[in-house]
């Protein structure tokens, strides 16, 4: 019979919602993820300088016993070993890190030996597999006596081993080789130091608790780099330092050299030390191509990186007439020869707490974790201490009647019986029996008591020497001050300091004087497209000239909007090429340029605008339109926009002319110069709209066009002078020929207008066509031209 199927008995879950609040939940896990990178990924100890990745690749070094007197290994090895035991993150930034620890560019003092290619400031180091290391001298310094419970251990992240939470550091490698690192909501930075100045300014701190910065800062002047540079900002230090904050300007190193025929070459030595490396070649390079390609710097013919061998060098040759002078402001001001490395001083104190330190507070948290190593390392000697004279005590005790010792361990059948029976007979205590049944035989004679007595003897002296090093703490900063005199023995054969500290401000120079003053000419259209032609060029004109300006690559080139915006440009910037303006004029968005100005501008300048109102308003008040964006210089009313921009003169009448043939002239009278935020006062009262405004000169002729075509000329004097803000006179009577369109003075014998259906197109016309009557006289048709004007240009 075929056994019955069971089935098993429903299982019932019950489900529990448990509501939370998003946000509450949300700041939760941040608040714990930016914690988890502060104190065990980004942010340095004050006590050693390290980061969790450099500690934990140090000490799996150290517990290989990968010393400098061992053959070197396999970097992957301890890459390796590193992920697996203490830091696993991921095996690149692990080999990144080791690489870092071993590069003489990145470090003052390398902690690692190395093998193979360590990378550059332009390259990464080779891959592990191909590398090897081991730990350097100075890498041993942080690491020494680190197995004799000197500094707190914690077990890895699986349990199967410990770590140091913080290394014992023989000197103040944060100081000394600097830091970096970027966690969540902050950042940590500081620059390297000299070695020995570090440990001057350490034994001073030492010797003197109330040591000030001022003093420290006789020893420890400021950062020293692995190059040769300049820091500009000397002046600055004192508060950087003071305060755990600021900016250190750092400045390369050049020389000039002749190269003949009038030439000269600059040869970069040593770029600055950046983003706690030194500066990158290929990144020079390409900075100057950028600054010459957008015509920030002119006057090098050649640019060639000829570093070799570790060694930095750049050679920048000039042209013919051009001095080093006017080219270094403009490579300090674009390239990377010239940088500003930040001080933020936040690290971890002994309880992984972030604080922002300063260079007394820097010194006296090593001091401090020093001081914590001599008491832990004295605590511990105490103990071994205690250990063995307790041992040496049962020795000397038994050892007095050796025949009787001998006795009871020979009629002794069993080791218990024999220690039971010593203890007894000796007054000793168990631990103390054990170790003379550990004796052999050879420690038994006369001299191995002697022996055992010598030793108790110095044990206890060195027992009540480090009893009176723990009851003082002058003689714990004493001690602290002995080892570290001791240190500075292994950096005397380091090379002396290289940066030299300055205070001397980059020049302030423009892109003027950055540019090779060359005489060139300057084409602009109608539709603000420009092309300059330099001396000597085969170039030729590809655009039909508004405007032709014979100027130098020097000057600069003043535009202005009917938005009533300001522009600036080094006519240098503008190509060989037609060039729209604005790849030329930066932050110009499709506003009509209607006026070009002299390279040179006048002490006034005089804005009409289409409601009616003028303005006068200085030009040095017109200063900083090269910035992007350029610079607004008259407040316009709603729908308003610039009409004329002129020279102001106080010996001229200003004219005015609108769309409804009203027109009127006035004395400039009273009309004072006005800030770039004013709008102006009123010029002519008026519903219509402003369609002219000029100041005429002697034998100026003043030309008025209709929409439909219809046109003349006549004397401005004809209008009489009347006040500012008046309505005016009729200079156009109404009729057929539509409304009063646009105008312009002149005095010459042509004028460019332009068609409405291709108003980019200029056509010279002749003054002559346009028929001369008086101001309140008929238009007529103006001859050989019948299609509608758009605009006339004196």
Request: net charge negative; hydrophobic share 40%.
């Amino acid at each position: 019979m075929a056994r019955k199927k069971t089935t098993a008995a429903a299982v019932k879950f019950t489900e529990t919602i448990i509501e939370l609040s998003a946000g509450d939940q949300l700041d939760r896990d941040y608040f714990a993820y930016a914690r988890a990178v502060v104190e065990d990924r980004a942010i340095p100890a004050a006590a050693d300088g390290l980061k969790p990745v450099h500690r934990r690749i140090l000490w799996d070094m150290w517990t290989q016993r990968l010393t400098p007197d061992r053959p070197f290994v396999k970097t992957a090895r301890v890459v390796g070993d590193t992920m697996a035991l203490f830091h696993p993150h991921g095996d690149a930034s692990i080999a990144d890190a080791l690489a870092r620890l071993a590069q003489p560019f990145s470090n003052l003092v390398p902690l690692l030996d190395f093998h193979g290619n360590v990378g550059s400031p332009d390259f990464s180091p080779a891959a592990p597999r191909y590398t090897e290391t081991r730990l350097g001298q100075f890498g041993v310094m942080l690491l020494n006596e680190v197995d004799q419970g000197v500094v707190p251990m914690v077990e890895n992240y699986e349990g199967s081993t410990i770590e140091p939470t913080v290394l014992p550091a023989a000197y103040p490698n944060l100081l000394v080789n600097g830091a970096n690192g970027i966690a969540v909501g902050l950042s940590s930075y500081l620059p390297p130091h000299d070695p020995r100045e570090v440990c001057q300014a350490a034994l001073m701190l030492l010797d003197r608790k109330s040591a000030s910065i001022d003093e420290l800062m006789t020893v420890l002047p400021g950062p020293s780099f692995p190059s040769e540079c300049t820091v500009t900002n000397g002046d600055e230090l004192n508060d950087i330092y003071r305060s755990g904050q600021g900016r250190i300007v750092v400045r390369g190193a050049w020389i000039v050299e002749p190269v003949g025929r009038s030439r000269q070459q600059i040869i970069i030595t040593s770029l600055p030390y950046a983003d706690t490396t030194l500066g990158s070649v290929e990144k020079f390079i390409a900075q100057v191509g950028d600054a010459l390609d957008n015509g920030d710097l002119a006057g090098i013919t050649a640019f060639n990186d000829e570093s070799s061998n570790g060694q930095t060098r750049i050679s920048v040759e000039l042209a013919v007439g051009v001095n080093a002078d006017m080219i270094t402001p403009g490579l300090l001001r674009f390239t990377n020869l010239q940088v500003t490395n930040k001080v933020q001083m936040h690290f971890l104190d002994e309880n992984d707490t972030v604080r922002l330190y300063n260079l007394r507070s820097a010194l006296q948290a090593w001091i401090a974790h020093r001081i914590r190593v001599v008491v832990s390392r004295s605590e511990y000697r105490l103990s071994k201490i205690a250990e063995r004279l307790h041992r040496l005590r049962g020795f000397l005790a038994v050892l007095v009647d050796i025949d009787e010792t001998i006795r009871i361990v020979r009629t002794s059948k069993t080791r218990p019986i024999a220690r039971e029976r010593l203890i007894e007979r000796f007054s000793i205590d168990e631990a103390q029996a054990n170790a003379v049944l550990d004796l052999n035989l050879g420690q038994l004679t006369e001299d191995a008591v002697i022996e055992f007595q010598t030793e108790a003897t110095a044990l206890e002296a060195e027992q009540a020497k480090l009893e009176r090093l723990l009851s003082s703490e002058t003689r714990q900063r004493t001690q602290v001050a002995r080892e570290l005199t001791e240190t500075m023995d292994a950096f005397k054969d380091l090379p002396e300091r290289v940066t030299t500290i300055a205070t001397e401000s980059a020049p302030k120079v423009s892109k003027a004087q950055m540019v090779l003053d060359v005489p060139t000419t300057l084409y602009l259209d109608a539709s603000g497209w420009m092309q300059a032609i330099g001396q000597g060029s085969k170039a030729k004109p590809k655009l039909v000239p508004l405007h032709t300006f014979s100027t130098t690559t020097a000057t600069t080139l003043v535009a202005l909007t009917d938005s009533g915006h300001l522009f600036r440009t080094l006519v240098a910037s503008v190509g060989e090429k037609p060039t729209a303006a604005p790849s030329v004029l930066p932050g110009l968005a499709g506003e009509p340029i209607r006026w070009w100005l002299e390279p040179h501008l006048p002490a006034d300048l005089l804005l009409v605008m289409s409601d009616g109102q003028v303005k006068r308003i200085a030009t040095e008040d017109c200063e900083g339109g090269d910035r992007k964006g350029g610079i607004s210089i008259v407040k316009l009313a709603a729908g308003a926009r610039v009409v004329t921009v002129e020279a102001f003169n106080d010996n001229a009448h200003i004219l005015i002319a609108t769309s409804d043939g009203q027109g009127i002239r006035f004395s400039p009278d009273g009309l004072r110069p006005m800030g770039r935020t004013a709008a102006g006062v009123r010029g002519i009262k008026t519903d219509a709209e402003v369609i002219f405004g000029g100041v005429p000169a002697i034998g100026d002729m003043l030309l008025l066009t209709t929409t439909k075509g219809f046109g003349k000329r006549c004397d401005p004097g004809e209008l009489p002078e009347q006040n500012r803000g008046g309505k005016g006179v009729r200079v156009m009577p109404a009729g057929k020929w539509g409304p009063l369109h646009t105008g312009a003075l002149t005095s010459s014998s042509d004028v460019v207008v332009f068609d409405a259906t291709d108003s980019t197109d200029p056509v010279v016309v002749s003054v002559g066509a346009f028929p001369q009557t008086a101001r309140d006289a008929k238009p007529g048709k103006i001859r050989g031209y019948s299609a509608i004007i758009d605009r006339i240009i004196g």
